[in-house]
């Protein structure tokens, strides 16, 4: 089997990777790095269950070869992090958006690309940014109501501190986010 | 046993919305699912399946170079492990043993036929696709017509026929209702074959190890304790050598809870090895060899008074078992569910049933949730309608004329079934005033007639039997007759508390409710509460998470350990409170007496590191408890679900405009996981309804064995939904609980085929098949239109 060097960055951490050709984006993470929160639900490009961040896209890790992502900076759900991520994350929670869990890392970094795009959408809208992530138990309505209510504390975490949140230490106002 | 004692509301307990304590790790993507599982020296399997329906195996060759114990066929496994059999008292019922690896013939697309080891499953295809497997097709038996044919092909040579089963009864005097009868319709229907799709699929590692003597199973399974029994029936060891482990899954709705041949072979060859072994289902093997569902065709008549009174119902009922009976469950589940639920909420007291569970090449038919349910409740459902429209009446007000009333209850119904409480018109009053239904007349009323749209109002009702006893399993047939729960509790030293229990939760957060459970009794933050579920060495001896029965028999098993060790708590604290029991509560993580209190922390550490300064009390801080319901016929939920479409002309395109739902599923535990389990339901009854079909070709070749051809509803197919509850305790459980996990998914069809039909009346078209794509609706609207002739129905 050929073999090819690869070199990325996962989490922020530079990586140099030899693996076989065919290896796909999402059998790297979780073969070669133990990174096993993308999960596989199709392997056909279609559930979204793998979605992960490739220069800040959401992207399919399991249509993506790996070897296609020379010099790429890759996030996964384990590697999601700040605020956005965490008022995601408690959105979840609070409605009742994951039942299994399979879905739910897909989910939250297609769920995340919108919340950090800091653009007001409506219930259609963000039915149609998340209509390629496949959910089988949940039935959608909490994840849409999740990600609806992500989206607006992020736009209001945004614009809110500045005018009603007076802050002593000096933090710059814009983008201070509880 | 009741709830008894008149604890107050407790904060943490029954009926609080507590966050789901699966959550943290699930959204830090820290789950561990089968393929996550790290173990060392693990080796990666890929089956060989047969790629023909039906067939005759003339040679498997395995590459000269393999490496030994890489390969194994049915030759090798022979030796190893029986084939599985599913057997029933149902009379007449035929056996088909289910083989591990397909031997002589093969009776499906998909079927095991060799296995392929290597360190990577990349490698272990490579391998598999070196195999290769000589087939001489047979003429393939698809669909019911070609499988009751005098001539057809038999998928299974020494029976007679292609006939699992067949099973009838005759109650009351329907020939009588029939000539009383103002109006009979007769109308045939057909829900076609479903995938289960978990997002999961299935997957099992096994591993022998030597030096203690255990072949460990992990599996994305159901049933683990079910599993660890068959194993070492199959592989002819003692059970006490086999542990199953369940980690986390993801999802199952009833396709996880079948012993199947990929558990077996991995096992047996384990055996052999000294390195554990893994499989992961694909898609592609998910969509062909995981267990299927629903394909039902039913013939109903149906008899009415000119008031609306439902007389009698007759039905004869069909359903393809696929080519072999899985355990336990048998290829007969799903029939006499569904001739069990023909008569629906209703107060009909003359039924007439016949139901035939047929062979045919297809991969074989398992629960999936609602396990028949949907079937019969789309048919009796359209039914009623269809009744409703011959006599004039709005549907909605047919189905509250017939609905078994509050004071009727317990009601047995004409199949025999005990309801055993609610209010099932209310349901139907409160759904029409969920989703408008005047409103939405009027504006249906308001549609030009040379618009290229219709909008429909329909309903379905429905009756869910629930976590039913061995009473139940028996009267269907089931070789095992499944009805006791178990539960062990524990507390720690430092006054924490495990709770062990041999369900297996998958989505439903049964670490959060059965946490309730224990806080209900003991007043302590959910958190403080480890549930341990789906490992056999851990927990105590279950059947299993199905038949939505978790949370009442698993929750009544958890209540009853609490409450035991509950009393074993005050009495120690009595000692060392020096006062009497009965003036001692549980408050607030201490037991609490007149003068003094004692958290548990202390009591527990005085107990367990110092028992001689609690004179008279027996050693052990922990009560381990078997729940059996009392009443074994089930604690029923029920819902009415109301659908409003746009049914396009041109297109034959349906959209959903409104959904509602009333439901009852008695006393909830946790609001947050009972919506979730309804919506959840809803959404897989909307595929049911609109979208997902697995269509084989006449040679028996699947057609959607994929995402890109099965088609599963997304965020734009699911409205948000309008649901309403109702809550009546259930007196044969414990706090009154009604299992909920199956109700959502049953009534879509029948109320979005009620709703289409409703929109195409002026053209005389049906829905009457599932799934109503586009060319169905289309295809129904013009063939009624060319035909403007009435469909099968005597007014007399
Ligand atoms: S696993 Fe990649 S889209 Fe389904
Ligand atoms: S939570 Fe199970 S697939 Fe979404």
């Known amino acids: 089997m050929n073999e090819v060097t690869v070199h990325l960055t996962v989490q922020h951490q530079p990586r140099t990777m030899i693996i076989p050709a065919r290896t796909t984006l999402a059998d790297l993470l979780r073969d070669h790095l133990g990174l096993t929160g993308t999960h596989l639900g199709c392997e056909q490009g279609v559930c979204g269950a793998c979605t992960v961040l490739l220069d800040d896209l959401p992207v399919r890790a399991c249509l993506t070869l790996a070897a296609a992502c020379e010099g790429a900076e890759v996030i996964t759900v384990e590697g999601l992090e700040g605020p956005d991520a965490e008022r995601l994350r408690a959105c979840f929670a609070e409605q009742g958006a994951l039942q299994c869990g399979f879905c739910t890392p897909g989910m939250l970094l297609a769920g995340y690309y919108l919340v950090r795009g800091r653009q007001p959408l409506s219930r259609e809208e963000v039915c149609q940014a998340m209509s390629g992530n496949i959910c089988r138990c949940t039935g959608y309505n909490a994840i849409v109501r999740a990600i609806e209510a992500a989206i607006s504390q992020g736009i209001e975490a945004e614009t809110a501190p500045a005018q009603t949140v007076p802050r002593s230490s000096g933090a710059p106002a814009a983008g201070t986010e509880e | ?796």
């Open chain 2, 1 to 796: 046993m009741t709830t008894g004692d008149s604890t107050p509301a407790r904060r943490y307990g029954i009926g609080a919305r507590t966050p789901r304590r699966e959550d943290a790790r699930h959204l830090a993507g820290r789950g561990s699912f089968v393929s996550d599982v790290k173990l060392s020296g693990l080796r990666e399997v890929a089956f060989v399946r047969s790629v023909v329906a039906h067939g005759r195996i003339t040679a498997v060759s395995v590459p000269d170079d393999a490496e030994p114990g890489s390969v194994w066929t049915a030759a090798d496994l022979a030796q190893l492990a029986e084939p599985l059999t599913a057997t029933s008292t149902l009379a007449g019922f035929r056996a088909a043993p289910l083989p591990n690896l397909a031997a002589d013939k093969v009776r499906y697309v998909g079927e095991p036929i060799a296995v392929a080891i290597a360190g990577t499953r990349a490698e272990a295809e490579d391998l598999a696709a070196r195999i290769t497997v000589d087939i001489t097709p047979l003429p393939a038996v698809v669909g019911f017509s070609d499988a009751l044919a005098h001539n057809a092909p038999k998928v299974h040579n020494d029976w007679p026929d292609n006939i699992f089963a067949t099973t009838s009864g005759d109650v009351g005097d329907v020939d009588a209702a029939a000539r009383e009868a103002a109006v009979s319709v007769t109308r045939e229907y057909t829900m076609n074959r479903q995938a289960v799709v978990p997002l999961e699929g299935r997957g099992v590692i096994a591993h022998y190890d030597r030096s203690a003597d255990r072949l460990s199973v992990w599996s994305s399974t159901q049933t683990p304790h079910m599993i660890r029994e068959m194993i070492a029936i199959l592989l002819g060891i003692e059970a006490r050598r086999v542990r199953v482990i369940a980690p986390d899954m993801g999802g199952a709705f009833g396709s996880k809870c079948s012993l199947y041949p990929e558990e077996v072979a991995l096992a047996a060859i384990a055996m052999k090895l000294d390195h554990p072994i893994r499989w992961v289902e694909d898609r592609w093997e998910g969509m062909v060899a995981s267990t299927q569902a629903r394909d039902h065709h039913y013939l109903v008549t149906a008899h009415a008074a000119a008031d609306g009174t439902l007389l009698g119902v007759e039905a004869d009922i069909l359903v393809n078992g696929g080519a072999y009976s899985v355990y336990p469950w048998t290829a007969t589940m799903d029939a006499t569910m569904a001739a069990a639920m023909i008569p629906g909420p209703y107060r009909v007291r003359n039924y007439r049933f016949r139901t035939r569970s047929v062979a045919a090449n297809k991969a074989p038919s398992g629960p999936y949730r609602g396990v028949g349910r949907p079937g019969a409740c789309f048919a009796i459902e359209r039914t009623i309608d269809e009744l409703a429209h011959e006599l004039g009446l709005e549907p909605y007000e047919m189905r509250l004329k017939n609905m078994v009333r509050p004071d009727e209850m317990p009601y047995t119904s004409v199949a025999g079934k005990v309801y055993d409480s609610g209010d099932y018109p209310e349901a139907v009053r409160q759904a029409a005033v969920l989703i408008g239904h005047d409103t939405w007349r009027k504006r249906q009323r308001g549609v030009p007639t040379d618009s290229r749209h219709r909008i429909g109002i329909g309903y379905g009702s429905c009756t869910e039997q629930t976590a039913h006893g061995c009473v139940e399993w028996a009267t269907r047939g089931l070789a095992i007759t499944i009805g006791t729960e178990g539960a062990r509790l524990e507390m720690d030293a430092t006054g924490g508390f495990t709770l062990s229990v041999g369900i297996k939760s998958h989505g439903q957060g049964s670490e959060t409710t059965l946490a309730q459970v224990v806080s209900e009794v003991f007043d302590v933050e959910p958190e403080h509460v480890t549930v341990i579920h789906g490992d056999t060495a851990l927990t105590p001896r279950s059947e299993g998470t199905f038949a939505s029965r978790s949370m009442v028999m698993a929750g009544g098993a958890s209540y009853g350990a609490a409450r035991q060790l509950a009393q074993k708590v005050k009495r120690i604290a009595s000692v060392l409170l020096d006062e009497p029991v009965e003036d001692l509560r549980l408050r607030d993580h201490a037991v609490v007496g007149r003068a003094g209190s004692l958290g548990y922390r202390e009591l527990a550490k005085e107990f367990l590191f110092t028992p001689d300064h609690v004179p008279g009390i027996e050693g052990g801080l922990e009560a381990t408890y078997y729940y059996r319901p009392a009443v074994e016929t089930g604690a029923f939920s029920y819902a009415t679900h109301a659908a409003v479409v746009d049914v396009d002309l041109d297109t034959g395109g349906v959209t959903l405009l409104d959904y509602a739902v009333v439901e009852d599923c008695g006393t909830v535990v946790n609001p947050l996981i009972v919506e979730g389990q309804i919506v959840g339901g809803v959404a897989q009854g909307i595929g049911s309804a609109l979208l997902e079909e697995l269509v084989y070709g006449d040679d028996g070749q699947p057609k959607s064995s994929s995402f890109l051809d099965y088609l599963l509803p997304g965020t734009t197919e699911i409205p948000e939904l309008k649901i309403g509850h109702l809550r009546t305790a259930s007196p044969n459980t414990v706090f009154g609980m009604k299992g909920t996990g199956e109700s959502g998914a049953i009534m879509p069809p029948a109320a979005i085929g009620n709703a289409v039909t409703d929109a195409l009346r002026e053209f005389g078209a049906q829905a009457n098949e599932t799934p109503m794509t586009p060319q169905r609706v289309w295809t129904a609207l013009r063939d009624a239109q060319d035909a403007m002739a009435p469909i099968a129905e005597t007014v007399s």
